[in-house]
């Protein structure tokens, strides 16, 4: 069964802290694996995308790595801030069906303090 | 910023209402798709599209219904709305090609009564 585990569930960290978030995910064929924040009541909005090939991306305090052996992403949130608060969801894209169905993850709470 | 649009954004109706949920894109993007999100919940596939005139249910069992007359527009529509429809709605659209992004709609954040 397609699957993608994220841990922890919930997390809180201080201003100016860095976090990393995990995701395990069981999907195959793997096409890529997305990395989405959402906000309280609002849409989830891309962070990163990785395919197959690639190990790590970075947007701006965010990067991202994928170990496509061990079905592994992590999530690094440098220098946090205040607006960071947010669910962060990880997303793995399956290859081999027309849809390119997207799995998604339950998120992972963070709360950034002051 | 996302040009996909969902409306409306909160909506409260009595039991047995019929409703429809729109959203639009200006991306000219082929596939479109809505989820259905509980509180603290993964987003649910119910209904997807890969085009014009192509409509596909989802992996969720849901009571609604969509259509996909032009591009642009994907409303989703509910013949009588029950309590447990209660949820939020997610609109998105993507490329037909792999590897591309998927934007999300803000949400239609759905309470029967």
């Known amino acids: 069964k397609n699957q993608v585990e994220q841990s922890p569930q919930s997390l809180i960290i201080l201003e100016g802290k860095n976090c990393t978030l995990q995701?395990?995910?069981?999907?195959?064929?793997?096409?890529?694996l997305r990395w989405y924040k959402q906000d309280t009541g609002r849409g989830p909005v891309s962070l990163t995308i990785?395919?197959?090939?690639?190990n790590t991306k970075s947007n701006g305090r965010y990067t991202a790595t994928l170990d496509a052996d061990t079905k592994q992403s992590s999530l690094h949130i440098t220098a946090s801030q205040l607006s960071d608060s947010a669910s962060y969801i990880c997303?793995?894209?399956?290859?081999?069906?027309?849809?390119?169905?997207?799995?998604f993850g339950r998120g992972t709470q963070l709360t950034v303090w002051p | 910023e996302a040009d996909i649009y969902q409306t409306p954004r909160y909506l409260v109706i009595g039991t047995g209402k019929k409703i429809t949920l729109e959203c639009s894109q200006t991306?000219?993007?082929?596939?479109m798709y809505w989820y259905q999100q509980d509180p603290g919940m993964e987003l649910h596939l119910i209904h997807y599209?890969?085009?014009?005139?192509?409509?596909e249910k989802g992996d969720l069992s849901s009571e609604s219904t969509v259509s996909r007359i032009r591009t642009e527009h994907f409303p989703l529509t509910l013949e009588s709305a029950r309590p447990s429809h209660t949820s939020q709605y997610l609109c998105?659209?993507?490329?037909?090609?792999?590897?591309?992004?998927?934007?999300f709609g803000q949400g239609t954040r759905l309470t029967v009564v």
């Open positions: 995701c395990n995910y069981t999907v195959s064929p793997f096409s890529n």
């Open positions: 998105a659209s993507s490329l037909r090609t792999d590897n591309t992004e998927a934007f």
């Open positions: 991306m000219g993007h082929d596939k």
């Open positions: 990785m395919t197959f090939s690639e």
């Open positions: 997303v793995v894209s399956d290859r081999g069906s027309t849809l390119g169905r997207l799995y």
């Open positions: 599209s890969y085009g014009v005139n192509s409509t």
